[in-house]
């Protein structure tokens, strides 16, 4: 299993939007910029998490994103399924469409608990909290979470 491409972007941009002023607002291509992300992909993501109430758009002049306060205390696992929806490790955990195998199949309890340890994970670290971690300064290029806020907007 591999979290899609979607869901990593909507994790960097959560936490990108959580280190600048909560009075200001990012445009796209600086949050593509920040986030190493292509513009037109964002523009979906950035459409989920406004869906999921996790940030704010302002068309116009004064217009951009900003992170709302639900969205600075969500979790990883709510930012993930607000862009993904339900995360499932396996088909066979999935609760619309269930498995008529789970009762006898001697996988599905290990699918199951390695599943709840991934959200439990998940859960625990919120964006607010990843944004304390980021590194001002550091390299929107490196593999790490970490940003540094542009300034003169």
Not at 62 to 70: L, N, T, V
Not at 96 to 120: D, F, I, K, T, Y
Request: positive net charge; proline residues 5%; glycine residues 6%.
């Amino acid at each position: 299993m591999q979290l899609t491409r979607a869901a990593d972007y909507g994790v960097r941009v959560m936490v990108y939007l959580a280190t600048i002023a909560q009075t200001e607002r990012a445009l796209l291509p600086e949050l593509a910029e920040a986030t190493d992300a292509p513009e037109s992909f964002l523009s979906k993501v950035l459409q989920a998490l406004t869906r999921a109430d996790l940030i704010s758009s302002r068309r116009g002049r004064f217009g951009g994103f900003a992170i709302r306060p639900k969205g600075r205390a969500a979790s990883m696992f709510q930012v993930i399924e607000a862009v993904d929806g339900p995360i499932c490790l396996n088909v066979c955990l999935s609760a619309e469409r269930g498995c008529r195998r789970s009762s006898w199949c001697p996988a599905h309890p290990v699918w199951a608990r390695a599943q709840q340890a991934m959200l439990n994970v998940l859960k625990q670290v919120s964006v607010a909290e990843l944004a304390a971690q980021s590194t001002p300064g550091h390299s929107h290029n490196s593999n790490l979470v970490t940003f540094a806020p542009m300034r003169g907007r």
